[in-house]
């Protein structure tokens, strides 16, 4: 479990290097700070830390969802 979080919060730092919220944060403070908006069912929150071109793909459901 431990593995996995880092694994996302990897992903996410780099995901998100684009994003002008995350621009300014550490990769952990960007994986932390997603994770806290996951939990708190705060998709607003998450997709801040997201590139604007980003593409989100959930393997655990099985979809893709891209910003227009």
Do not use: C, F, K
């Amino acid at each position: 479990m431990r593995y996995r979080g880092w694994v996302i919060g990897a992903l996410l730092a780099v995901a998100a290097t684009t994003s002008a919220l995350a621009r300014d944060m550490t990769p952990r403070q960007v994986a932390d700070a997603y994770l806290a908006a996951w939990n708190a069912h705060d998709a607003d929150a998450a997709a801040a830390l997201m590139a604007d071109d980003v593409t989100y793909l959930d393997v655990t459901v099985g979809g893709a969802a891209e910003r227009a």
